[in-house]
């Protein structure tokens, strides 16, 4: 527990918490909102492979969505069903579990992005700070000429949401539901679709409100990349897999 402390506070934590006090000193504005901004677009284009690679996995996930439908009504039995689906991914060079793995991968970078910027607007943390990188006497958390990013912004916890529940809706598949002849019966899969499209928005807006709105500011901008990106990769692969 001690090393992977050590690990995420020297090849995580400390590099992210610099490269955001590099950018607010170098920008001749010295904007931290600016330097949020930036700090977020590199982190994404490092993570660019691994996020394209998710993204597109979950493409092919959706685009069998349609053949997993015919395969449950044609086997209700769970176990001759799970049994067929699991021919029908290795048919398609699919596998369930492929997107899981760089999402695992960007976690503890994202966690440490949070820490960094979260003590960016805490003077006392300028100790984390290489020999080599100038300390600012102070840092002004007052972005772009109005935007006090020290404290919650419920503009910007609602914006985080809302783009969240967009991002996470252009992801999932497009079927019509299915009648079922027991109301209250749902599938699980269209259980988890719900809980992604509809609870993890409100609860990024829960937590935006109670954190400072730089980590807001991030949420914002670095979703807005991603749903770019999930755009981009739609387009590349627009054809369903059959």
Known sequence: MQLFSLFFHEVLYRPLFNALIIFYSWLPVHDFGLAIIALTLVVRFILFPLVSR???????????????????????????QTKKMMELYKEKGVHPASGCLPLLIQLPILFALYQALYNGLNGSALSALYSWVAKPASINPIAFGFLNLAQPN???????GALQYYQTKLMLPKTKKAASSKKNEMDISEMMNTQSLYIMPIFTVIIALRFPAGLSLYWVVTTIFGIIQQILIMKKHANPIK
């Open 154 to 160: 419920v503009v910007l916890a609602v914006l985080a």
């Open 54 to 80: 998710q993204y597109a996995s979950q493409k092919s996930l959706s685009d069998l969505q349609p053949q997993i439908e015919e395969l449950k009504k044609k086997f209700p039995q769970k176990e001759e």
